[in-house]
């Protein structure tokens, strides 16, 4: 079960192609243009959100450069910082939230995803790319993470989440894990089969997930 989506703003279309546009002034312009003072969730996740993963999307089809898709994470979470400063209570920093990709250096996916959590108003640890499985069973303990995302492009990497994932499980069985990444888009089993809690198969389904998972400890 997830919770209910607002529709999409009237703005969404403008919005994309300010980001695509790399114009910040225009993105910004929209934003303040379109959002009720006071309610900057409500704008997130039906503007900014939404217009990021299309971003995405077009770039998944061929239709955008790779360094549009980088500008418009940039852009957006620099709306997401002056609506919500770091350390702002509207935030949701809580439970400990922190991502990585395992053993790939494949960062686009991870990078909308954590543009569009923080665009939700989370805050998420990035512990970046080519982690190792030892190592971020030792990250996970240290920043005592209660949710934790797991990105890999390649197979072998998602097998091997398997043991970091049942590491996780037994030191803190509270932690929930995310997966996510080609392999298991490829196979819709494999989250199960490593042990995860659930797979995001998008940014959208991820800020769901997390929202589920998040319950009444988000504040």
């Known amino acids: 079960m997830t919770s209910p989506v607002a529709p999409p703003s009237a703005n969404l279309a403008e919005m ?35 217009a990021l993963e299309e971003v995405g999307r077009r770039w998944e089809a061929g239709d955008v450069a790779l360094s549009q898709v980088y500008m418009s994470g ?11 400063p770091p350390g702002d209570p509207q935030r949701i920093g809580q439970p400990k939230m922190a991502i990585a990709v395992l053993e ?12 569009v959590l923080r665009a939700g108003g989370y805050e998420i640890s990035d ?16 920043d005592n993470i209660r949710i934790l995302l797991i990105s890999t492009l390649m197979l072998p990497a998602a097998l091997r989440a398997k043991q970091a994932i049942a590491e996780i499980k037994k030191a803190q069985p509270q932690t929930k894990v995310i997966v996510g990444g080609a392999p298991f888009n490829f196979d819709s089993t494999l989250w199960h089969e490593v042990g995860a809690d659930a797979m995001g198969h998008t940014a959208s389904d991820t800020l769901a997930l997390v929202k589920e998972m998040a319950g009444g400890d988000g504040q």
């Open 16 to 50: 994309e192609e300010a980001l695509l546009s790399v114009d910040r002034v225009k993105a910004g312009r929209i934003v303040k243009e379109t959002c009720t003072p006071g309610s900057p969730f409500v704008c997130l996740e039906t503007l900014v959100v939404p």
């Open 74 to 84: 940039r852009i957006c979470e620099e709306i997401v910082d002056a609506m919500l």
């Open 104 to 115: 790939d250096h494949h960062t686009l996916g991870k990078r909308i995803v954590v543009s």
């Open 127 to 142: 512990y970046g790319h080519g982690v190792m499985a030892e190592d971020l069973v030792k990250l996970v303990a240290k």
